[in-house]
């Protein structure tokens, strides 16, 4: 006996429905489930990417080379620029507050004698199961490493070399953020979160870093207490 | 006015996932639960499979219809059987059935299995195929998937598509014969 095309596309349909039947059959005993926050959490996440059009995503990857440009340019003049007047205030105090803390952790020029690093030299010990890069710009003061997954979820790590040369001023949105303070391998960190998407702002003597990116917060720490930099001295 | 097409097809996307993901993922959880046997895993598994989805929205006409439903439950039912084999470093195996290679197909016996009773006593036979089996001759002449389209779905070789149906077909055979 042959069994034809014809006969399974005709068989098909009622095949499904058996199947299903059966499936139901299986997950009777399944008992009802409260979804957790983490999932919950991921999950709208998933759909904010997806609400967004493929033009958002293009515009939304444009404004992310934006500001690492910006970032870069900031670091080579030493100024910062307010750009949205009604996030001045805020603007301001998180810039001191960074200022404060840069003064603190070394970022001031003539504070402290700079270690002498490599940045290509540097160690990203941890990357997150399934993103690879998806562009970098690596040079012996500055590193850029944007990573992302099949998911839209990305993170980008910035290494900023400061030494007497350049000011450490990185900007960062905190228009109606949560800001909070941790610790990084023992370094002083700040973390920004919007939404879902994150800043990670800490140094290492005198590398500044960011990690930024719409990852979980564990993660993000994770990936951050994984970064190495490689000084002379040590 | 292509401007404006895309737009709408996209909002037609996105309107699309979330009905999905309303409709489906207590299903879609309950059903990994019942592969995996942990909740923290079953969810990784509805995630993971929200994600094949996204992938695949295209293909999902409508978004309630059985067709639709048995898309996702071949796509949780395999992510959740992936992360099974994971865990437990088992690799895929699919059974073959040596005696069946090589049989021929004789066109002249095409007009059995004609009447609806025919028609059903094949639909079961297809229903109990082992998994691969059966996901790879649904999803080809239920879902009219290309073999591309199904080798991507299932992480598979083209030629690898082309023997399961063949073997499947041969096993439906012997069992039906």
């Given amino acids: 006996m042959v069994i034809t095309d014809e006969m399974l596309r005709d068989s098909a349909e009622m095949a499904a429905a058996i199947y299903l039947e059966d499936i139901e059959k299986q997950i009777a005993d399944v008992p009802g489930h409260k979804f957790s926050a983490r999932f919950e959490r991921r999950m709208r996440r998933l759909i904010r990417v997806q609400r967004r059009t493929p033009r958002m995503n293009v515009f939304i990857g444009a404004m992310q080379k934006a500001a690492v440009f910006f970032a870069v340019l900031m670091l080579g003049l030493g100024i910062v620029t307010v750009s949205v007047e009604a996030y001045r205030d805020q603007f301001i105090k998180f810039v001191k507050k960074v200022t404060r803390r840069s003064t603190t952790y070394e970022y001031r020029i003539g504070n402290v004698p700079y270690l002498k690093a490599d940045l290509r030299k540097s160690v990203i010990g941890y990357v997150p199961k399934g993103f690879s890069i998806f562009k970098s710009d690596i040079s012996e003061r500055y590193l850029y490493i944007y990573y992302r997954d099949d998911a839209n979820y990305n993170f980008s790590i910035q290494l900023i070399y400061v030494d007497s040369n350049s000011n450490g001023v990185i900007s960062i949105d905190t228009e109606n953020s949560e800001m909070k303070d941790l610790l990084i391998n023992s370094y002083e960190a700040v973390l920004n979160t919007k939404e879902d998407e994150r800043q990670l702002l800490w140094s290492i003597n005198n590398v500044m870093c960011l990690l930024a990116g719409n990852i979980d917060e564990a993660e993000m720490i994770h990936i951050a207490e994984k970064i190495e930099v490689l000084f002379d001295s040590e | ?177």
């Avoid at chain 2, 996204?54 to 395999?78: A, E, G, M, W, Y």
């Avoid at chain 2, 009447?115 to 790879?136: C, F, G, I, Q, S």
């Fill in chain 2, 1 to 177: 006015m292509l401007f404006l097409m895309m737009l709408i097809d996209s909002e037609e996307d996105r309107s699309k996932f979330e009905i999905l993901y309303e409709q489906y993922r207590r299903y879609m959880f309950r059903i990994a639960m019942q592969i995996l046997g942990n909740a923290q895993d079953a969810e990784d598994a509805v995630h993971e499979a929200f994600i094949k989805i996204i992938k695949n929205l295209d293909k999902i006409s409508d978004p309630k219809c059985p067709q639709t439903k048995h898309f996702i439950v071949i796509i949780v039912r395999r992510t959740a059987i992936d992360m099974m084999r994971q865990k437990s470093r088992e690799p895929e195996t699919v059974t073959i059935d040596d005696e069946t290679e090589g049989v021929l197909m004789d066109g002249n016996e095409t007009d059995v299995y004609r009447t609806a009773d025919e028609r059903l006593v094949l639909a079961e036979a297809m229903a109990k195929l082992p998994d691969t089996y059966r996901d790879v001759i649904l999803l080809k002449y239920y879902h009219d998937f290309s073999d591309e389209m199904i080798a991507d779905q299932m992480g598979m070789s083209v030629a690898n598509v082309q023997k399961t149906i063949q073997r499947a077909r041969k096993k439906l055979e012997l069992e039906l014969g």
